[in-house]
């Protein structure tokens, strides 16, 4: 039996550019990807029913029964009780939202029909837009933190660290820190294996700092936020989402953001996270394709994997930047960049694909990682599928 994370189109949709290049599940939020939790909780392998060209690399491979799940919802105990005691042909709702179901055979359409329905009494909570991700984080960082150390022992800190409520900080073997300030402020600090906190780090929780990641010397970290793992991060950070193998790695504001894999962050940029007239902040949304009202104040950058920007570069609030852009210049860029897009404020031009996938080689080896041919694949969809907003003048 295996565990078919099922990403509904309108959903995957609202949460590009993120899910350009990665199904809805392998976005991280807390601790853990979405498929890790669900593969933790369940404890079934996982499979995938995503995008047609995002299958050459996410597979989906069912099981002769299989246990069908929104890949948006978050798992949690009671929602786990109800998915095992399903019987074949059920399905599990919550109001009109899909939650999960139990099916035979391999045959799983969007439609999902001839189900019998069961209504769940709980609340859920599911990652239906890109806000969400950073709104979300704390609470998905506290249920990561009890699931992962449970029954566990810490490594000891260093004395020559400041800490505060030491019960609610776990540190993995092979992690290094050394005169930090680390307070969980009721919340949790999670330091993964073989990461690395530098000299005068000051964290103010929730933090997970995931395997292999380091915090530079003299970071300002403000919870909760997740650095995944092999990624830098230094200057001032609040509640935001690096997904993986990213840098942020010099002095400049990130906040209430989200950046996915293989972005850098040029020295003394910043994001605005905070309308100059406090009102409600607007977002890029590509199902509609139109700025849509998000209900919140807060709300920062969203960056698709691949992107840079160069040093200086300034960010208005809610800024949606696409897959492989490189971004640079003085004053602040528009606030929807399409994909391979090569500026900044005095305007765009093209990235072409071939430079851009000899940039994206260069960097990937740099962590000992190949751009595989089914990298190459979803990236070419990437930029044609994105040509229609690259109509810069």
């Avoid at 022992?153 to 992690?175: D, H, M, W, Y």
């Avoid at 072409?352 to 994206?360: G, N, Y």
Wanted: with cysteine; net charge neutral; glycine share 10%.
């Amino acid at each position: 039996m295996k565990t078919v994370l099922f990403d509904f189109k309108d959903t995957w949709q609202d949460l590009l550019p993120l899910t350009f290049t990665r199904p809805i599940s392998h976005l991280r939020v807390g601790i853990l990807t979405i498929a890790q939790k669900w593969e933790k909780y369940l404890g079934l392998p996982i499979t995938y029913k995503t995008e047609d060209y995002l299958q050459v690399k996410f597979k989906f491979e069912p099981d002769e029964q299989n246990y069908i799940v929104n890949s948006a919802v978050l798992p949690q105990e009671d929602l786990i009780e109800e998915i095992r005691s399903l019987g074949i042909g059920e399905a599990l709702y919550k109001g009109d939202m899909f939650l999960a179901a139990k099916v035979k055979g391999t045959e799983i359409g969007e439609d999902l029909e001839g189900l019998k329905v069961k209504d769940f009494a709980g609340n859920i909570s599911a990652i239906t837009q890109l806000w969400l991700l950073y709104k979300l984080n704390g609470l998905e960082l506290e249920k990561d933190f009890k699931l992962i150390t449970h029954g566990r022992q810490s490594q000891k800190l260093s004395s020559t660290n400041t800490v505060f409520e030491e019960e609610r900080i776990f540190v993995e073997p092979g992690a290094v820190v050394e005169a930090a300030i680390l307070n969980p402020h009721g919340g949790y600090i999670y330091i993964g294996r073989d990461a690395e906190i530098m000299e005068g780090s000051i964290v103010r929780g929730s933090l997970a700092l995931c395997g292999h990641s380091v915090l530079k010397v003299g970071a300002k970290i403000y919870g909760p936020t997740t650095i995944g793992p092999y990624s830098k991060v230094g200057g001032e950070v609040n509640n935001s989402i690096l997904i993986g193998y990213s840098n942020k790695a010099h002095d400049g504001f990130l906040g209430n953001s989200v950046l996915g894999e293989w972005c850098n962050i040029g020295a003394d940029s910043n994001n605005s996270n905070l309308k100059n007239n406090y009102a409600e902040v607007k977002l890029w949304n590509y199902r509609q394709e139109r700025f849509v009202a998000t209900g919140e104040q807060f709300c920062g950058l969203f960056m698709g994997d691949h992107s840079k920007c160069g040093i200086n570069t300034m960010f208005n609030t809610g800024t949606v930047v696409g897959v492989s852009c490189n971004i640079f210049g003085a004053g602040f860029p528009r606030k929807f960049i399409p994909s391979f897009s090569w500026g900044g404020y005095h305007g765009f031009e093209d990235y072409r694909f071939d430079k851009a996938m000899d940039t994206a080689r260069r960097v990937m080896a740099r962590r000992q990682k190949e751009l595989t041919e089914q990298d190459l694949s979803i990236l070419k969809h990437v930029y044609e599928r994105s040509s229609k907003y690259r109509t810069f003048k």
